[in-house]
């Protein structure tokens, strides 16, 4: 949601105008759906990678403004947490080399950037949850400048009519372990413990149900291969933390419409699509707008008059709802395009391990939204999201259910199945071999090691605590080796446990 908003509250006249104003968006898209609006001369990927801000004791440094300030490069933006920084990475195709020169570019820009932080002590990371984060982090005093973020704070809480409930149980620790979380926070800002990687693909209006079903079957396994968020508020909880803590950060729902089955702003979603327009219907079906901002344009007169409308406030509602697959409308020199946001991912380990993530995502993307016989037709929603879940609690020890195998973990998945579609699917796409090859390795590596991101924390913590460090203590400790090995740049599953 990076639309800029009046700090106001909207009256009753606001929000029925807002929402009369959503249908009239849907209306118009609908018949840009219709028609041949839509611009696609190839199909292009993008990056949103976001960051955290550490000092020189490894605790959040709540200083982006003047971080971003001494960078001075318009791809480095705010987020929502003070410790939170994002850098955009423009569209590009895959063809050929794209990718090694897109490697190459970010870690160049991240190399400059870091090098201007550290002359005020401070750091860049690449992590999926701050494990350094105390409660006293999500004081509302730390979000980042800017009226959108607390607006967006205020409109969640009046939704839901008391503080938030943090309640995480934990899978089990190398030992067998198992940590609970139980905090009230007041405030959203547990969001900004979700440092994320959204992956983006321009797509035509015929194919997008296709790729955002084949993102919606692979959301589980990219958890569990890329899990990179285990410990919030000093303890060991899900492999990837970030996927409960973003759905119960922003809950506008308080228990008993949860337990109506009212659902959650962070949605996997409920049914396979045969349009980009099903979600954007659902979008207003099923959502009040948080920020009912209005335009002056008339979405309908616009696309009259031969012009691409805004859709101003169908996107800012679409801003408000965190699909883990969003649908994104948006409009370039004047002319509208559609795409894909995959939103699964956490940050790092490190640039080659993000970027393997990406091409693993692609290429088997590509794969399964071209087969003659799609997967989803063999599989369920249901099954999909608790793939997800599954994924995203235990890592490489989940077992996800798989049409044609059955129950398998996600290691074995990768190197039986989708492995060779990301291979086929990035040939689709005019990958180099060179690519494919650098980075699909990763992944294999990854899996035959089975050492995830978070598998590491994980298991430095746990050889810490059995040489007496007590929790804090291995925290810390884990955490510093961390932040020396993503310097150094290595993929994950290189990085040794122990000295």
Not at 92 to 98: I, Q, V, W
Not at 221 to 249: C, D, M, Y
Not at 261 to 278: A, K, L, M, Y
Request: proline share 6%.
């Amino acid at each position: 949601m990076k639309q800029d908003v009046a700090r106001r509250s909207a009256t009753t006249v606001d929000r029925q105008r807002y929402r009369e104003k959503v249908r009239r968006c849907l209306d118009a898209l609908a018949i840009m759906l219709d028609g041949d609006c839509f611009s696609f001369q190839q199909r292009k990927i993008g990056l949103e990678i976001e960051l955290d801000l550490i000092n020189d004791q490894l605790a959040p440094a709540m200083a982006n403004a003047t971080v971003l300030e001494k960078i001075g490069n318009p791809a480095f933006t705010t987020e929502l947490g003070q410790q939170n920084v994002e850098v955009n990475v423009p569209p590009r195709t895959l063809h050929g080399d794209e990718a090694l020169w897109l490697e190459r570019e970010f870690d160049d820009s991240l190399r400059i950037a870091g090098e201007l932080a550290a002359e005020d002590g401070i750091t860049f990371v690449m992590i999926g949850t701050l494990p350094t984060l105390r409660v006293e982090h999500f004081d509302p005093k730390w979000f980042s400048q800017g009226d959108r973020y607390a607006l967006l704070n205020t409109e969640i809480f009046a939704a839901r009519g008391e503080d938030m409930q943090l309640r995480l149980d934990g899978a089990p620790m190398p030992g067998g372990s198992i940590d609970q979380l139980r905090a009230k926070v007041a405030s959203i800002l547990p969001e900004s413990a979700c440092t994320s990687v959204q992956l983006h693909v321009q797509t035509t209006p015929e194919d997008f149900a296709a790729y955002w079903n084949a993102a919606q079957c692979l959301a589980g396994v990219q958890v569990a291969l890329g899990a990179n968020s285990p410990f919030l508020l000093g303890k060991a909880l899900w492999h990837e933390t970030r996927i409960p803590l973003f759905q119960q950060a922003t809950d506008t729902r308080p228990a008993e419409l949860a337990n109506q089955g009212v659902r959650p702003r962070v949605w996997f979603g409920e049914r396979w699509i045969d349009s980009i327009f099903d979600l954007f219907e659902e979008n207003v079906r099923y959502f009040p707008g948080l920020l009912p901002e209005n335009s002056d344009e008339d979405p309908l007169e616009t696309l009259a008059e031969g012009r691409a409308p805004e859709l101003g406030e169908l996107r800012l509602l679409n801003g408000t709802i965190w699909r883990w697959n969003r649908p994104v409308y948006d409009i370039v020199d004047g002319v509208p395009h559609l795409r894909l946001e995959n939103r699964v991912l956490p940050s790092g380990p490190t640039v080659l391990d993000l970027m393997a993530n990406a091409a693993f995502f692609y290429g088997v993307q590509r794969s399964l939204a071209t087969m003659e016989n799609p997967l989803w037709t063999q599989l369920s929603f249901h099954a999909a999201e608790e793939n997800l879940l599954l994924g995203a609690k235990h890592g490489m020890s989940a077992r996800l259910y798989w049409p044609g195998i059955g129950w398998v973990p996600p290691d074995e998945l990768a190197l039986r199945t989708l492995l060779p579609l990301a291979h086929a699917g990035l040939g689709e796409l005019g990958m180099s071999d060179a690519a494919r090859e650098r980075y699909l390795d990763v992944i294999e590596q990854r899996c035959l090691r089975r050492r995830t991101g978070s598998s590491w924390q994980r298991d430095t913590v746990a050889l810490l605590e059995n040489h007496g460090a007590s929790r804090e203590r291995a925290v810390l400790g884990m955490f510093r080796r961390y932040v020396d090995l993503m310097r150094s740049g290595e993929p994950v599953h290189t990085w040794p446990i122990g000295d």
